[in-house]
């Protein structure tokens, strides 16, 4: 048969251009990051690289969110208490032992541990409920956590805590803040792809799937939501501690703010519910976005009114974020062009036979044998 | 012969319906059994209970000497029952073979240790890619499995329940909306997995396939079992035609 030498073809073109793709995603990765290193260098604008740096802390902190709420579907609107309350530890913790400087950013995992410790017991009371009761608690934990803060003397009541102020140079100043929020970001983003393909992960997302089937197939379900939960918060809390010595003070509406949940949550939305890099394309788009915008219309209104805006449309438009769409537009595009080129064979042999039938004084159907199609096809290829 | 799972006695109300009234149902090792019936007469409640999806009043339940009465579901996965469900429950945003690996967590894989370490050991991904092969959907591995049909989903629970190595297997309603080759390719293979030694406890409207498959049938009506015995005594007993067959063009939309 002369079509032996074109049949492994299709399969053979199919894992090869697999694995170009499998390989290309490290390399994308990787590259990202150079650009993110080399970033500060290439932009010294202190504008600029303020927005960059707040950006990052917003990724770290959706990337976080996502290990969570991405991969369980347990939709949490209450990480503002870990970002607000890794804000306050790094505050207290630096007012009581005098840190300055770099030593600050030690305190940062003193910001971890008390946002895990914090999230232990919340986890365990939230995570009995399911949907929207759990949002709704997420909420009342929100509120709990600001009115507390708000009436201790501890945090400084309604004025909040001031954090110290490095005396780096003012060019670079916000070098230091910068590294260490990328460093937060590639450790959290490391984090949701180990566990994204671990069998940890998998549990997580049978979870989301259907609880009570993966329960009954031996997943411990209660125990796999509750450690998705403290990494998410250790994260959140980090990002809390390190946004608090960047923007230099903490007052409760801003270190636990809704709009800091609704942020998170938009990110992770837009860029895609329980993917690795959708958060991080999120927090990318929407807030320097936001940023800018409060910068040129000097009032913060504006960009929120937008940022609900964009919520809806992403709702309406895309639930299921840009990167799986785009995804799936992609396998789309690429089934319906293999599928073409593999048609592209008989219908030609089929008008090729018409025509032929044609001139030639017969009736003008295609050939009903298709071993004469097949001779014609071969007729009339190339 | 031993008897593999029993019920009984088992009794379950909902509300002020009484669902399973005094139930008692032996599985013999190493058979396959029916259990029919018309609709609402309790057989998804009795595998319910049996797999401990639902408490139960009164009775108990045994797989072999072993009282399992009211043990939480992954226990009784564990000890080596599986069940399908009559509405299928597969991870729809689980590709098919992530769908294989959520159950193979019973398996003797020591990698159990390390939460972090890939889903899923070599060794379990080529059981549960043998396991679709049997079933005759390897080739949507790395689907979602939200993308297969009707058919195949069954299909799917059935070789997931499979990955765990049963002693017994529970299928409630294996060939409802299933087209008929596809019935073919299911009883043929519960034949095969059946000589390989897992016993089978069905339930199914479509008689066929029953009276096909099956060396005794149980037949439920009310809550209480109205007969048992081989299917040629079943297919002929006048309380079962009267409790069950009566009504099959009512009831036969499997067979078409």
Not at chain 1, 110 to 133: D, K, Q, Y
Not at chain 1, 341 to 350: K, T
Not at chain 2, 14 to 20: S, T
Not at chain 2, 74 to 81: H, M, T, W, Y
Request: with cysteine.
């Amino acid at each position: 048969m002369t079509g032996g030498t074109a049949a492994p073809r299709p399969p053979a073109g199919g894992p090869a251009r697999r694995l170009a793709l499998a390989a290309w995603r490290p390399a994308g990765a990787l590259a990202f990051l150079v650009i993110l290193l080399v970033f500060p260098l290439a932009f010294q604008n202190p504008t600029v690289t303020t927005i960059a740096v707040d950006t990052l802390i917003f990724a770290a902190a959706a990337v976080a969110w996502n290990i969570f709420s991405g991969y369980s579907g347990y939709i949490s609107l209450g990480h503002a208490v870990f970002f607000g309350a890794g804000a306050y530890t790094v505050g207290i913790a630096a007012r009581a032992w005098h840190t300055t400087g770099d030593g600050v950013f030690v305190l940062l995992l003193l910001a971890a541990a008390v946002a895990g410790g914090l999230s232990v017991p919340l986890g365990l009371i939230a995570l009995r409920v399911r949907r929207h009761t759990f949002v709704v608690i997420t909420i009342a934990f929100f509120f709990i956590a600001q009115l507390t803060v708000t009436n201790l003397t501890v945090t400084g009541g309604s004025s909040g805590i001031l954090a110290p102020s490095p005396n780096w140079d003012p060019a670079t100043f916000n070098n230091p803040f910068y590294y260490v929020a990328l460093a937060l970001l590639v450790i959290a983003t490391a984090a949701s792809w180990l566990i994204r393909r671990s069998r940890f992960g998998l549990q997580l997302r049978a979870i989301r799937d259907d609880e009570d089937r993966a329960a009954g197939l031996g997943v411990r379900a209660m125990p796999v939501k509750l450690t998705a939960f403290v990494i998410s918060a250790v994260v959140t809390g980090m990002a809390g501690g390190l946004w608090f010595y960047f923007i230099g003070q903490a007052i409760p509406q801003f270190a636990f703010d809704p709009l800091f949940d609704l942020s998170v949550v938009v990110m992770a939305f837009f860029g895609g519910l329980g993917t690795i890099a959708g958060p991080i394309l999120g927090a990318l788009v929407i807030e320097p976005a936001q940023q800018w915008l409060t910068l040129q219309y000097t009032n913060e209104y504006l960009s929120e009114i937008l940022l609900g805006a964009l919520f809806l449309l992403v709702i309406l438009a895309l639930p299921r974020g840009v990167i799986p769409t785009a995804a799936e537009l992609i396998t789309r595009f690429r089934a319906r062009r293999r599928s073409r080129r593999a048609e592209a064979g008989p219908p030609a042999a089929v008008t090729a036979a018409a025509a032929r039938a044609g001139q030639a004084g017969t009736a003008a159907r295609p050939d009903p044998d298709p071993a004469g199609q097949a001779r014609a096809g071969r007729e009339a290829g190339p | 012969m031993t008897v593999m799972l029993r019920a009984e006695g088992v009794s379950k109300a909902f509300g002020g319906v009484q669902a399973l009234r005094d139930c008692t149902v032996e599985v013999e090792q190493g058979s396959i059994a029916g259990l029919i019936g018309p609709n609402g007469s309790g057989k998804t409640t009795l595998f319910n209970t049996m797999t401990g999806y639902e408490r139960i009043d009164a009775g108990s339940v045994y797989l072999g000497d072993r009282k399992i009465t009211n043990l939480a579901p992954q226990r009784v996965f564990a000890l080596g029952i599986g069940r399908t469900f009559q509405l299928t429950r597969i991870f729809p945003r689980l590709t098919v073979m992530e769908n294989m690996l959520v159950a193979a967590q019973h398996t003797g894989d020591k990698r159990l240790h390390n939460p972090l370490a890939r889903a899923g050991g070599r060794a379990d991904r080529r059981r549960a890619a043998d396991l679709l092969e049997f079933v005759g959907i390897a080739s949507h591995a790395d689907a979602l499995a939200e993308t297969l049909s009707y058919g195949q989903r069954k299909l799917l629970e059935l070789s997931y329940v499979l990955v765990a190595n049963p002693a017994i297997v529970l299928l409630d309603e294996p060939a409802g909306g299933v087209n008929p080759s596809l019935i073919r390719l299911l009883s043929d293979r519960i034949r095969e997995l059946n000589a390989a030694g897992t016993t089978f406890l069905i339930v199914e409207h479509n008689m066929d396939f029953v009276m096909g498959l099956c060396g005794q049938v149980t037949v439920l009506d009310y809550g209480t079992v109205v007969a048992s015995g081989p299917p040629q005594i079943i297919r002929t007993d006048p309380r079962v035609l009267d409790a069950y067959l009566g009504i099959t063009e009512e009831d036969d939309d499997a067979e078409r």
